[in-house]
DNA sequence: ACAAAAGTGTTCATGCTACACCCATGC
DNA sequence: GCATGGGTGTAGCATGAACACTTTTGT
C-alpha cells in the first residue's frame, strides 16, 4: 500500500492552444468548430485530453499538429484552468498554451477539414467554457514576451519588411508605433540580417528584406533582452 | 455516451507551494521532510493532492493551511509540471505554486508538527522530484513580479522601516540597491503611509515605521506599475 | 565624545519621445 | 511629373545612476 496513491482522486487533464497568426489584415487566432457534445457546434480552442504517456507540452504539440499539420512550433505554457465546474460533462482541468505560426505555412486543408477559422483578435466570437478567458490571458503574455524575447519573428515569414515588422508589434500591442524610433530600437538589438533583397510587392522603390539572424541571438546568450516601445 | 468523456486517461493532480519568508537573515523557503513514501524523510515542498471538489487554488490554499495555519495569503500560481516520469510512483501533474507570508505570522507548533525549516534560499538542500527546479522558477517569478506589483508588503509585517524594505527588496532581486535611489523610487509610487511612530530597536536614532496603504494604491487603479531598481 | 544607523539632494549620463523631409521608382 | 511608400537624424526631456555628509541619541 505504501508505493501507490490509490486513495487519491484522479481527474481529467486537458490541453487548449491558443494558436496567433498574423497577415496584412492583424493579428489573429485560429478557432475551430467543436465536434463533439457539450457544445458541439459552438466556436472553441483546440485542445485535447493528456494521455498518460505524454506531458503537458507534448499534449500541446500533438493537438497543434493535428489541426495545423505543423512541428517545431513556438509554445509556451500559460496557464491551469481549474474551476470546479468549468466544463458541465465531467471534472477536467485544463492547462492553456498559446503558440505563434506563420500563417502561409500551415495546412489548409486540415484546416478545412476541422472547421476551422481565423478570426481577429478584435472580432473574437464567443468561444465556449471559459476558453475567451485563455484567450484574453493569452494576449496579455504574448505582449509582455514581445519585450522580453523576439518572439515577433514567430509569426513573420522568414523574410520580411521592416514594415511588416512594425505591424505585427501594433497588433500585438494594440498601439501605434513611431516608424523611426521603431527602426532604431530593433537596430540596436543588432539580431537580424539585412538582405541584399527587396520586396516589390508593396511599393515602386522596394523595401528590404530581413532575417532573424537566430545564432547571432544566442551568440549574445541573450536568454532575454528588454524592449521598451 | 455522448455526454461524457470516459475514454480518455485520467490522471493525478497535485499542487506543490513554495512559501517565502523574510527575516533579517534575508529571503527564506519553508520545506518539509516528506512523511510518506516514496523518498519519505527527503526535503521537499508542501504538496498534496487535487480534490475533486476543489480548484487547484483551494487544493493550495487547503496546502498553506495545513503547513502553516495561515489564510489570506498572497499565492500565485507558476506553472504545471508533467514530465512522465517525474513522479516514479503514479502518473502525477503537480501544479506549482507560490506563497508569500509574514514570517513572523505563522504557527510554530504546526510547523515542528511537520518537521518543517526555513532555509534561506541560498543554502537550499537538494529537493525530490523536480522540486528544486519549481523553486528556481518561483524566484524568477518573484523577482519579476516585484517590478510589477507591491508584493514585497506581503512579506513584511504590517509596520516596517525603510531600512527593511530595502533589504528586503535586495534579497529578492540579489543585487546591493543604492539606499537614496531606493527610497525615492518607492516614495514616487506614493503607497506607503509614514507613522508617527519609530523603531527603536535598530538604531539609537530610531527610524520611521510605515505600513503599505493599499486603499491609496487600489484608487489610483493601479493594476499594474513599473519599478525599475 | 563617539559609535551606529537614519535621513536627505544634486549632478551627470543615458535612453526615450517627438518630429519632417528627401529618395527611388513605376506609371 | 507625380504619387506612393521607403528610408533616415536630431534636439529636448525624463529617468536612472552615482555619490557623501549631517543628524540623532544612547552609551
Redesign the pocket.
Known amino acids: 500500500m505504501l508505493n501507490n496513491y490509490n486513495t487519491e482522486d484522479k481527474v481529467l487533464l486537458s490541453v487548449d492552444c491558443i494558436i496567433f497568426g498574423f497577415d496584412n489584415e492583424g493579428l489573429k487566432i485560429l478557432l475551430i468548430k467543436r465536434d463533439f457534445e457539450p457544445e458541439k457546434g459552438k466556436w472553441s480552442l483546440m485542445g485535447g485530453f493528456l494521455k498518460k504517456s505524454e506531458s503537458l507540452n507534448g499534449a500541446a504539440i500533438r493537438v497543434l499538429n493535428r489541426y495545423t499539420g505543423l512541428q517545431d512550433i513556438y509554445m509556451e505554457q500559460l496557464y491551469a484552468y481549474s474551476e470546479v465546474d468549468r466544463d458541465p460533462v465531467d471534472r477536467t482541468i485544463s492547462v492553456a498554451f498559446y503558440a505563434l505560426i506563420n500563417i502561409e505555412n500551415h495546412n489548409t486543408a486540415l484546416i478545412q477539414d476541422h472547421e476551422a477559422e481565423w478570426f481577429s483578435i478584435s472580432k473574437m466570437p464567443k468561444l465556449i467554457f471559459d476558453h475567451n478567458e485563455m484567450v484574453a490571458h493569452a494576449i496579455r503574455r504574448l505582449r509582455y514576451r514581445t519585450s522580453t524575447k523576439p518572439v515577433g519573428f514567430e509569426l513573420l515569414p522568414e523574410k520580411f519588411?521592416?514594415?511588416q515588422l512594425l505591424e505585427l508589434y501594433e497588433a500585438i500591442l494594440d498601439k501605434e508605433l513611431?516608424?523611426?524610433?521603431f527602426?532604431?530600437?530593433i537596430n540596436s538589438l543588432d539580431i537580424l540580417v539585412k538582405l541584399n533583397e527587396?520586396d516589390m510587392l508593396?511599393?515602386?522603390?522596394?523595401?528590404?528584406l530581413y532575417m532573424f539572424d537566430k545564432e547571432k541571438y544566442d551568440a549574445k546568450l541573450l536568454n532575454h533582452f528588454?524592449l521598451?516601445?
Chains 1, 2 share one sequence.
Do not use: E, F, P
Not at 513611431?178 to 524610433?181: A, C, V
Open positions: 519588411t521592416m514594415r513611431d516608424k523611426r524610433n527602426i532604431s530600437k527587396k508593396s511599393s515602386r522603390k522596394g523595401s528590404y528588454v521598451n516601445l
